[in-house]
């Protein structure tokens, strides 16, 4: 009993010295004394401006660059409100951990869309060819769609052999046949029309757009929002006022947001229903479902029931030539275009000493990280050279080294996602000096 008093009591104590340390400041303006035209607004900004603006800025660009895969199809399954309430929690949880991972590491997601970019225009002339043999559409879009579970292809009979879709029209019910459909991806088109078991089938673009629910007026809230902080920031810059790191983080942030919107402008956004590449009324032939199973596609075939078990295309599902090779130069320069922004924070003002010591250190490390992991790799034929000798010990301390460094690489994003706010209690005065753009209308 005496140490749980002596617990309350050091708390007790440590909260009344930060109530002590912490410090408010409240702007008063005086009212016009008499009817005027205009009022201009106050030259401050408070701490809540910067961070809401900061904040509102991320949401909306985090919303508009998100492409994610399609995802799983419901087809059936889980009927009723409980089961209408399962999957829109799933899908809402589907999006939510993906904004949630562009928020705290954008770099990741910027080098899923450099992967991927790479790997859809590898493979896009291949396509091109053939669907100009083919005498049909094919565009980028096409081929981004395909890489993200766009595509399947489907057949159906019931137990006789039947078309199913005749059978539906004499008393049989669609819960009585038997369907089978599999996800194509981009490998498996390319290898069944390179072997002439499908010709391309007329697919266009309106159609792709149809599916895709890009929003043009969240895209026009997010450019705004960006022009407005680009803009404040470089007016900041220009006048010589305090820019918080908050802001820097957010103007870095931004710099991978443009990126990854670069690398998905041709792919269709939010599509929630694969779009039908081809179709047979009886069962799918043998020589393409033996393409499509080797391929190591997702397989998903119905029960009498219609029970579909479709396990979706992962969302950093990027399988190209050089694969290897294309992720650690996308890994190299999406943690190069997030880190480096960070640097221009080398002189700011920090609560510490120490932790400005600390942000220089993290901002450099996470902006070199890429090219250090890309030079790995390369340890073994340096030391063999120097030394005369090779060690098969080289390839564990190769994995060792790398889990390390990831290990060090989060703790300092960490470190710098808690030191942008912990910073905003701790700015000096003439970072409350607002500019012109406090007058431009702006959301957050």
Known sequence: ?????????????????????????????????????????????????????SLFTIFACTWTILHLN??????????GMLGDLKWAMKAIWGKTKWMLAAVLAPEYLLYIGISKLSTARQQHPKLKALAKDDKVPWTLAHTTLA???????????????KDPRSEIHTGQTQ????????????????????EEHIVLPWISNFEID???KGDNFAKGIAGVQIIWTIASAITRAHRGLVISQLEVSVI????????????????????????????????IPPAITNIITSASTDHIKTSSKARIRQKPFLNDHIKGEDSSKLDTIAFLFGALFFGAPHILAWNFSFPTPVERIIWR??????????IIMFLIPALPVVLDTLLGE???????????????MVGIYVLARLFMIVEMFRTLLFLPPDAYIATWTASVPMFG
């Open 1 to 53: 009993m005496q140490s749980s008093s002596g617990y309350i009591f050091v708390l007790i104590w440590a909260y009344s010295q930060v109530a002590q340390a912490y410090t408010t400041f409240k702007p008063e303006c005086t009212n016009p004394e008499e009817s005027v035209n205009f009022v201009s607004s106050p030259p401050t900004r408070g701490t809540l401006d910067i961070l809401w603006s």
């Open 252 to 283: 870095a942030f931004l710099v991978c947001a443009l990126l990854i919107y670069a690398c998905y402008w041709s792919t269709p956004k939010d599509v929630s229903v694969p779009i039908t590449f081809l179709e047979w009324a009886g069962p």
């Open 361 to 370: 250190t993290t901002s450099l490390y996470c902006s070199l990280i890429g």
């Open 70 to 79: 399609v995802p799983e199809q419901r087809e059936g399954r889980d009927p």
């Open 210 to 212: 149809d599916h895709s």
């Open 390 to 404: 090779s060690d098969r010990r080289d390839s564990i301390g190769q994995g060792i080294l790398f889990l390390a």
């Open 175 to 194: 819960s009585d046949v038997t369907k089978e459909w599999y996800i194509l991806d981009l490998n498996t088109i390319l290898k069944l029309r390179s």
């Open 147 to 161: 890489n993200m579970g766009g595509f399947v292809v489907r057949g159906g009979s019931d137990r006789v052999g």
